[in-house]
């Protein structure tokens, strides 16, 4: 039972049905296959020729793959708008995190700072005083918010047993956002003027005849797309085997 089963569930996440569809339909056809062999062994068949029967019964895997892969409404975001899944939606979800990472600066100089030129650098504190723990707090947002997204991106891949070409450009386009973002912080210039935190996209001053944003980019990009690739190179060890 176990392998084609697993043989159904490959072939419906390679056509691009969701996984939490694969998940409860194969849930119902194991339930539906228990009541078969049941019968089956009611009817005097022995263990053995019982699955057998029972699976016969329930139908070959082209026909029961057929039954969800012709349904439209099964198929998961990632194939029906992969322009979404994999650009739009990381996108949104890094600029999400910055906006959080920015507030969390903006408002400790604020609190901890204030009246300081810039939040960088400005103070000395112990390692668990809060205003330190509160900064880097933020600076953890900021420099993770890359690497999570682009490893949501990988696990999304593998997940639905994707090609490499979606997931591949929205790795590029986290790495190439989370290298080129820069913040600047503006203290304030007249009375009663609050100071202000925001950020700009420029892949900066060469580095070793590199932009060190291109730079920054690249390592994002090697260590977001490395579980992708590991995915990828196991997959293909085990259908070579």
């Known amino acids: 039972m176990a392998k084609p089963f697993h043989e159904l569930r490959e072939r419906l996440l390679r056509a691009g049905v969701a996984p939490r569809h694969v998940r409860r339909y ?8 228990a009541d078969l062999r049941a019968e089956e062994e009611r009817a005097g ?7 057998s029967a029972a699976l016969l019964r329930l139908g070959g895997i082209d026909d029961l793959a057929k039954a969800m892969m012709n349904q439209r409404q099964f198929q998961s975001l990632c194939v029906r708008a992969p322009w979404a899944t994999f650009g739009l939606i990381p996108l949104l979800l890094l600029s999400a995190a910055w906006f959080v990472a920015l507030f969390i600066l903006w408002s400790g100089w604020q609190i901890f700072l204030p009246g300081a030129e810039t939040p960088f650098g400005a103070g000395h504190y112990r390692i668990f005083d809060l205003a330190n723990l509160y900064f880097q707090l933020g600076r953890s947002i900021y420099f993770g918010a890359p690497i999570l997204v682009g490893w949501g991106i990988a696990l999304i891949a593998a997940r639905q047993r994707l090609k490499a070409i979606w997931p591949a450009i929205g790795l590029v386009l986290t790495a190439l956002m989370g290298g080129a973002g820069q913040v600047h912080a503006h203290p304030s210039v007249a ?5 202000h935190v925001g950020m700009g996209f420029t892949l900066g001053s060469f580095a070793h005849g590199v932009p060190d944003g291109l730079l920054h980019a690249l390592i994002l990009l090697s260590i977001t797309a490395l579980p992708y690739l590991i995915w990828r190179l196991q997959e293909a060890y085990l259908r070579s085997a």
């Open 45 to 51: 068949r022995s263990r053995a020729d019982a699955e």
């Open 191 to 195: 009375p009663g003027e609050l100071a």
């Open 26 to 33: 194969l849930t119902e056809l194991a339930d539906h296959l």
